[in-house]
T-cell receptor, first 115, second 115 residues
Framework: EAGVAQSPRYKIIEKRQSVAFWCNPI?????LYWYQQILGQGPKLLIQ????????DSQLPKDRFSAERLKGVDSTLKIQPAKLEDSAVYLC?????????????FGPGTRLLVL | GQQLNQSPQSMFIQEGEDVSMNCTSS?????WLWYKQEPGEGPVLLIA?????ELTSNGRLTAQFGITRKDSFLNISASIPSDVGIYFC???????????????FGQGTILTVHP
């Protein structure tokens, strides 16, 4: 079974530029998550989708970050404009459903460096 | 908000030694998870705990859900070089509704095993 796919794997941009990340979850997984992992820290949840609806985006900096999952499968996370402090690994995860005991499977992440 | 304190921050051990790490929270969780992350990859679930006092093993790994529901412990016995990586604890309230799937991660314990 294929895992969570993410692209690109690496991205270097200058501050104030825009960037987008793509995630393809495990087939059949209804729930999708985006996490931000700053160097030396654990992942921090940014947004959680159930099918094509947002369940929680309370920790998403909405002035510059946006995410969508229009058809309930793939998802994109966008940063516009980027700041230096956005340098991090952006992890996508998916799970079968939104209930206790469902394992979240993580993708390899996109490493973003903002100069 | 909720915070998880994970200790130690790093460990340097000899192959064959046992390892212990722990995680404490400022508030109660009803699910504790332990993940391992290797360079360039996303976290992978090692052990999940769903009940206070629960002790669960996965091969050489043993984890416990603290009685107070505010802490958890992970032990690795007879370490081997492939145990190298960053170990994260994560807690979830899973109290129904939109709380499912919301993970709060610790800062991680970096494990180095010398052959």
């Amino acid at each position: 079974e294929a895992g969570v796919a993410q692209s690109p794997r690496y991205k270097i941009i200058e501050k104030r530029q825009s960037v987008a990340f793509w995630c393809n979850p495990i087939s059949g997984h209804a729930t999708l998550y985006w996490y931000q992992q700053i160097l030396g820290q654990g992942p921090k949840l940014l947004i959680q989708f159930q099918n094509n609806g947002v369940v929680d985006d309370s920790q998403l900096p909405k002035d510059r970050f946006s995410a969508e999952r229009l058809k309930g499968v793939d998802s994109t996370l966008k940063i516009q404009p980027a700041k230096l402090e956005d340098s991090a690994v952006y992890l996508c995860a998916s799970s079968l459903a939104l209930r206790q005991g469902e394992t979240q499977y993580f993708g390899p992440g996109t490493r973003l460096l903002v100069l | 908000g909720q915070q998880l304190n994970q200790s130690p921050q790093s460990m340097f051990i000899q192959e064959g030694e046992d390892v212990s790490m722990n995680c404490t929270s400022s508030s109660i969780f009803n699910t504790w998870l332990w993940y391992k992350q290797e360079p360039g990859e996303g976290p992978v679930l090692l052990i999940a705990l769903y009940k206070a006092g629960e002790l669960t093993s996965n091969g050489r790994l043993t984890a416990q859900f603290g009685i107070t529901r505010k802490d958890s412990f992970l032990n690795i016995s007879a370490s081997i070089p492939s145990d190298v990586g960053i170990y994260f604890c994560a807690g979830s309230l899973n109290a129904g509704g939109t709380s499912y799937g919301k993970l709060t991660f610790g800062q991680g314990t970096i494990l180095t095993v010398h052959p």
